[in-house]
């Protein structure tokens, strides 16, 4: 599915399966909508329409060329839902992901019903900033000029807890997402971080080399009873390939609490 706004010149492939509630899903840096390929299936299996979404520059999506804004970002994601959800959804983020639906959710809250994100990182870089031997292995990660050999090292580090495979993360890396990345950095947090008030299940990895277990922690103890708080064993950054079955039980038993409600 093609979500086409021709007034902003934006185009973003989606990927639809299931039926029933909708939840958009949001990847993470570079990363294509793929990535929730187990977790649509979980999705679907349990009764829930999911949209996965490619961001600019990621498959077939595109948007005018030049800076654009977090809020531009946000607007693309209320458009998927405008069009393709009835004006209505549940908003899950991956990694950046989780940056783009809580903005989404503070941007626009009268389009999100519930937000889930794992992990909670990117609105308190400056009391725990990535180490620089992280970002320069991320830097790594996607640089197919490399051996795999020193990609998978770089992948280890970044984004995989240690004894976690991480060839699956080899491939599908879109450089040309990059700009998102940089959207973001040039936001106030507090514009977004609290995702507009909506409910909020944060799922913590225990071992993310970009956003420690403190970030997920105090983020609860912050926002209070809007947020449901999980933490998650065995797991970096990645978290999607490491811990799907975990994941997917999470975030269906979330929808689910929420739409008993």
Request: negative net charge.
């Amino acid at each position: 599915m093609m979500i086409v706004d021709k007034d902003r010149g934006v185009e973003l492939e989606v990927l639809e399966q299931g039926s029933g509630p909708d939840v958009v899903l949001l990847a993470s840096a570079l990363r294509p909508a793929t990535d929730f390929a187990l977790l649509q299936a979980a999705l679907t299996k349990a009764g829930f329409r999911s949209l996965a979404v490619n961001m600019r520059g990621i498959g077939k999506s595109r948007g005018p060329e030049g800076e654009f804004t977090l809020e531009d970002i946000a607007d693309d994601v209320a458009g998927v839902i405008n069009q393709a959800c009835g004006g209505r959804a549940h908003v899950v983020g991956h990694a950046l992901g989780n940056i783009m639906a809580r903005a989404t959710a503070a941007y626009h809250p009268d389009l999100v019903s519930t937000v889930a994100v794992m992990p909670p990182g990117g609105h308190a870089l400056g009391k725990y900033p990535v180490a620089a031997h992280v970002l320069e292995a991320f830097a790594r990660c996607h640089d197919e000029s490399l051996p795999d050999a020193v990609r998978l090292e770089a992948l280890q580090i970044a984004f995989f807890a240690p004894g976690n495979d991480a060839s699956s993360w080899l491939t599908d890396w879109w450089p040309s997402g990059a700009a998102i990345s940089a959207a973001f950095q040039r936001v106030d947090p507090e514009t977004w971080w609290r995702a507009g008030g909506r409910p909020i299940l944060v799922i913590q990895p225990m071992k993310d080399a970009m956003a420690p277990p403190e970030v997920g922690r105090e983020m609860a103890q912050a926002l209070g009873s809007q947020v449901t708080y999980v933490e998650a064993p065995n797991c970096g950054h990645a978290i999607l390939p490491e811990q799907p079955d975990l994941i997917a039980d999470l975030i269906i038993g979330y929808l689910r609490d929420h739409a008993a409600a």
